[in-house]
Every structure is written in C-alpha cells, then in structure tokens.
T-cell receptor
Framework: EAQVTQNPRYLITVTGKKLTVTCSQN?????MSWYRQDPGLGLRQIYY???????DKGDVPEGYKVSRKEKRNFPLILESPSPNQTSLYFC????????????FGPGTRLLVL | AQSVTQLDSHVSVSEGTPVLLRCNYS??????LFWYVQHPNKGLQLLLK??????LVKGINGFEAEFKKSETSFHLTKPSAHMSDAAEYFC????????????FGKGTKLSVKP
C-alpha cells in the first residue's frame, strides 16, 4: 500500500530536549516536504526536498533541521525545541513538486512544555 | 512572491444547497493551484488541481473549481452539499518561480446543517 508514515504520532517533550520526527514513504517519490499546522494559520511549509541530498527552506524553517540521505526518508529534527513549536506536523511526498497527487502522512502532534 | 487568501474562515450551508469556498491568489509566474480537504483528526486529501490545462477543473466527490486569471481566483464549488462534506478546506498555490514551495491558505471550515 502506498503510504507516508510518521513517527511518533504524539509526543510530549520539554524545552531544549532534542527530538526527531521520522517520515518515510514507500513510493520512490523524489519530492518530500514538512509542514506545521496551527489554528487560524493553515499549513506552513517548513522544509522541502527535491531529491536525495537536496533540501531547501520553506516559509518557517527557523528552529528546524532536515536531512535527506535516502530517497525514502526525510526526518525533521528539532535541536532545541521551544513551546512555540507546539503544533501538528505533516510530512508529504509526491513524484514531483507539482505532481497531481501529494501524499500526506497522518500527522505528528507535538507538545513542548 | 506568491500568496493565497481564503476569503472566508467559516462557511455554513444546509444539506442539499450549493457550496462556494472562495480563494484568491497572487503569483509572479504561471501558478499551479490545488484544493485539499482535511476531515476532523485526519490527514489532507487532494480534491483537485489546476496546472494550466482546462480552466474548469473537476475533482473528487462532486467538487470543481474554476481558474480565472483576470480575477486571480480559484473558487471551489459543489452543486449540492452532503453532510460528509463537513471538513476544513485549503487552497494551495505553487509557481515555477519557487518550484517545491507550496503556499497554503489559512483554511475554510465548512459546516453542513441537516
């Protein structure tokens, strides 16, 4: 089954404790992306990747890092989480950035205390 | 620079009546435009997409949208609302000048009354 998986689905952590949210897709997609969703703000793109070893900043990259060492994986790293990073995070992938179907993961709800 | 504005944060309709969710965009290049739907506690699902082909785009579940360049609009419509259409809808723009960077609108919550 074609899918995007994210782990963990729910996470409560404390300020400053490094964390990683994993994202994996099984469709051999070139394009992957991370978004955060906040009430009243819609989804905002954090980082995206056009292919292995190619990443670029989205609209709200501050406080986040990503890597794309393999085509299937695109982890999101918060080196020193802060409460303003409490949000719902979505990973997405597609064959190309403008492909007809973008596949979204189920979301990771993060609470930073 | 590209941007997208969803003109209504909340729309309420009665079951069986038409749905209109409004979206305006700005883009320096020929844009690609999308509508996504998010049901409560679910991920996002693509409804439809415009990429410079036919200006009237048909999507899933009876939704369609019309690209109007002169009005910089991409409004989403459905002739007859169903209870299962209650969800949040997002208009998204992307253009060739910033390939890979998708800009989401803030969302419109659609309520459907019986």
């Amino acid at each position: 089954e074609a899918q995007v998986t994210q782990n963990p689905r729910y996470l409560i952590t404390v300020t400053g404790k490094k964390l990683t949210v994993t994202c994996s897709q099984n469709m051999n997609h070139e394009y992957m992306s991370w978004y955060r969703q906040d009430p009243g703000l819609g989804l905002r793109q954090i980082y995206y990747s056009m292919n292995v070893e190619v990443t670029d900043k989205g609209d709200v990259p501050e406080g986040y890092k990503v890597s794309r060492k393999e085509k299937r994986n695109f982890p999101l790293i918060l080196e020193s989480p802060s409460p303003n990073q409490t949000s719902l995070y979505f990973c997405a992938s597609s064959l190309t950035p403008l492909a007809k179907t973008q596949y979204f993961g189920p979301g990771t709800r993060l609470l930073v205390l | 620079a590209q941007s997208v504005t969803q003109l209504d944060s909340h729309v309420s309709v009665s079951e069986g009546t038409p749905v209109l969710l409004r979206c305006n965009y700005s883009s320096s290049y020929s844009p690609s435009l999308f509508w996504y739907v998010q049901h409560p506690n679910k991920g996002l699902q693509l409804l439809l997409k415009y990429t410079s082909a036919a200006t009237l785009v048909k999507g899933i579940n009876g939704f369609e949208a019309e690209f109007k360049k002169s009005e910089t609009s991409f409004h989403l419509t459905k002739p007859s609302a169903h209870m299962s259409d209650a969800a949040e809808y997002f208009c998204v723009v992307s253009d060739l000048g910033s390939q890979g960077n998708l800009i989401f609108g803030k969302g419109t919550k659609l309520s459907v009354k019986p």
